[in-house]
């Protein structure tokens, strides 16, 4: 299935891409999350491309995309930066744009700062950067289950990897949430990338280099982060129409990234459905009818 194109942008970095379906079709652009990469939407693509054209990068840090060194190469302003470098390289005005975890952020952030260019965005469990951030300060569970972001961030955690193994990593780290079935086959691949030189350290630089403040347990801990002041003030409305898919069954990013929502974004439409954090692997079924639901190829 996959078509993979290797794409050198003027953002520095060269990225492989998966292009499928015709491109007088409606562009649409599926970015995925960690630990993963355009394999994420292995049974999404075939049927977008039936009248759609569709880009799958691997981003930045990825497989073998280019892995540049240093934390500061993977802030999300950079990520934006590749995804309008590779919409421009395929001449694509404004495309709709669906993002998965990481991929799921940038996708916010992109809507947010450059909404000319995206025609629709579609939020597969990635939570807003403001009811986010809010979230890990006002509620304990959300802030419970994101203390991994902090062990992400650790710089011993390579090393870590290194004793245990990748395999064992990968065990716990997206086997764990994923139905065996539904990834047996994948799990030679996914270890080849993350063997690539670099990769693992690339990946986790995308946790280093947001600036999401996430609190220790103890509130009352010395050093505790103060609560950000944008918090306090008035966030920019996402202008363009959002479709958020979500597994309800998500262990790391809880329902309640769903309270508050429509307060950001006006044209907002959400559809719950019966999956953990990696919709796209537990419930491709679900994925593409909610879709299909709510876009329009015209």
Known sequence: ????HSIALPTGVTLDVQVA???????????HGFPESHRTWRHIVPDLAQDHFVLAPDQRGYASSSKPEGVAEYTPDKIVADLLALADHFGLTRFTLVGHDWGGAVAWMAALKHPDRIARLVIINAPHPFVFQRSLFDDPAQRAASQYITAFRNPEIERHVDR????TFFDTSFAAHVPREAIADEKTIYLDQWSQPGALTAMLNWYRASAIVVPPMDASTDGAPERPAFLDAPFPQTQ?????????HDKALLPIQLDGLAAHVPDLTIERVDAGHFVPWENPRAVIAALRRNL???
């Open 296 to 298: 329009s190829v015209s």
């Open 240 to 248: 363009r129409p959002v479709l958020v898919i979500w597994g309800l």
């Open 21 to 31: 379906g015709n491109p007088s079709h409606p562009p649409i652009v599926l970015l």
């Open 1 to 4: 299935m996959d078509d993979l």
């Open 164 to 167: 245990i193994g990748l395999e």
